[in-house]
T-cell receptor, first 111, second 117 residues
Framework: GESVGLHLPTLSVQEGDNSIINCAYSNSASDYFIWYKQESGKGPQFIIDIRSNMDKRQGQRVTVLLNKTVKHLSLQIAATQPGDSAVYFCAEGYTGNQFYFGTGTSLTVIP | GAVVSQHPSWVICKSGTSVKIECRSLDFQATTMFWYRQFPKQSLMLMATSNEGSKATYEQGVEKDKFLINHASLTLSTLTVTSAHPEDSSFYIC?????????????FGPGTRLTVT
């Protein structure tokens, strides 16, 4: 599979602060990216996606930024809440079929 | 909508035996299903892509004779781990794509934890 990695394996933030989770990808041909949230013992949950023809997309309390020049993806969570504590993965796709996941970042929200 | 279930959620088996894991799309028809495995504190690794009615496509390094995948209907895919060994212990997760939708839209099951003793 492709190499998709994260800069920080763990991240701790105070409740109410903003969180930024980063991801680097290696395949410049990737044209679709997704952020997933995974709670312990559960399958991944879709958070937000972005196509390569965009550089920013916003959802509810989340924003994804894509920098194709340096092959970098980030997830911003506004006003982080305890329920946001989980492992976050980025995934890239380029064939319209398979997806490859990054290493993951464990986010801990401190009350 | 777009619910995917897996059964069992947790299974323990003895070394040398085979284990079957089911993945079902409950409220939609899934043209394509994907199987992933995940070791503790690691990422999801794509094992194979399964299209209804055809043979699965395995990722490099995944033994097709060991991980048998069957996708006989638009709502069911099964993964059979044959002659399981302790190193096969892992969290197995399936995902499914809507029929007629882009395969980018994948819905994940809750996962099956396999422990081989």
């Amino acid at each position: 599979g492709e190499s998709v990695g994260l800069h920080l394996p763990t991240l701790s933030v105070q409740e109410g602060d903003n969180s930024i989770i980063n991801c680097a990808y290696s395949n410049s041909a990737s044209d679709y990216f997704i952020w997933y949230k995974q709670e312990s013992g559960k399958g991944p949950q879709f958070i937000i996606d972005i196509r390569s023809n965009m550089d920013k997309r916003q959802g509810q309390r989340v924003t994804v930024l894509l920098n194709k020049t340096v092959k970098h993806l980030s997830l911003q969570i506004a006003a982080t809440q305890p329920g946001d504590s989980a492992v976050y993965f980025c995934a890239e796709g380029y064939t319209g079929n398979q997806f490859y996941f990054g290493t993951g970042t464990s986010l801990t929200v401190i009350p | 909508g777009a619910v995917v279930s897996q059964h069992p959620s947790w299974v323990i088996c003895k070394s040398g035996t085979s284990v079957k894991i089911e993945c079902r799309s409950l409220d939609f028809q899934a043209t394509t299903m994907f199987w992933y495995r995940q070791f503790p504190k690691q990422s999801l690794m794509l094992m194979a892509t399964s299209n209804e009615g055809s043979k699965a496509t395995y990722e490099q390094g995944v033994e097709k004779d060991k991980f048998l995948i069957n996708h006989a209907s638009l709502t069911l895919s099964t993964l059979t781990v044959t002659s399981a060994h302790p190193e096969d212990s892992s969290f197995y997760i399936c995902s499914a794509s809507h029929r007629g939708q882009s395969s980018y839209e994948q819905y994940f099951g809750p996962g099956t934890r396999l422990t081989v003793t």
